[in-house]
């Protein structure tokens, strides 16, 4: 059963689990997208796991989004910091609502760089994450116990928007925290393939988390 919540603080769409138990989702999209972009990728990667989708509040000339930008690549860091705050008090909250263990994020760009934001501010909030052309969110990153929360991280080799060395320090600064980061770079741009939909299957399988 889908359902389309509004009563949190973010709207949001929440798909109850239907396979044994496993991690839930939380979904979130990239700039322009909304809440139900990745429902069907996490049913195909995460079948049976229950799936916590919020919209982003920011409006960017209309275009839902989990933070304010200054322009490509140049985040507000206020901005970032206090929504990712937010995020972490809608998961907390979905969680007791719903009866929910943490999630494992699944962010597709602007939604992957909240993702790592809120891992680096407030780590307790995710068991894990699997971010999508990912890049570093905040210019001044905290230290932050990430002692084995499981990582993966898909960049493009073609990508035109995240810069290559960029995602090498996203990653190089959760394993410094502790995270068990895994980064691939896979023969593609900012959008997904089908490499990173296979790719990200087989790592939560792998991490037991499906
Ligand atoms: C961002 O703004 O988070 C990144 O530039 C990715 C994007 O949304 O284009």
Do not use: C
């Not at 230290?143 to 493009?156: E, F, Q, R, Y």
């Amino acid at each position: 059963m889908l359902k389309a919540l509004s009563a949190l603080s973010f709207v949001h769409r929440f798909e109850p689990e239907s396979g044994p138990a496993a991690p839930p989702l939380l979904l979130l999209h990239g700039t322009g997208g909304d809440e139900n972009d990745l429902v069907p990728l996490a049913r195909t990667i995460a079948p049976g796991s229950a799936v916590l989708s919020p919209r982003g509040k920011v409006l960017e000339n209309g275009m839902p989004r989990f933070f304010r930008r200054l322009a490509e690549g140049v985040f507000d860091q206020d901005d970032v910091r206090r929504r990712a705050q937010e995020l972490a008090d809608f998961v907390s909250e979905a969680r007791a609502s719903y009866g929910l263990t943490a999630p494992i994020a699944l962010g597709f760009s602007n939604g992957a760089n909240i993702a790592a934001a809120v891992l680096l501010l407030r780590p307790e909030a995710l068991a894990g994450a699997i971010l999508l052309r990912a890049m570093v969110p905040l210019a001044v990153p905290p230290a932050a116990d990430l002692a084995g929360k499981p990582v993966l991280i898909l960049s493009g080799a073609m990508d035109p928007i995240v810069p290559a060395d960029n995602a090498a320090r996203l990653a190089a600064l959760l394993a410094e925290r502790g995270a068990a980061v895994r980064h691939e770079i896979l023969p593609a741009g900012h959008g997904l393939s089908k490499a990173d939909i296979a790719i990200a299957g087989q790592w939560l399988q792998t991490a037991g988390l499906t």
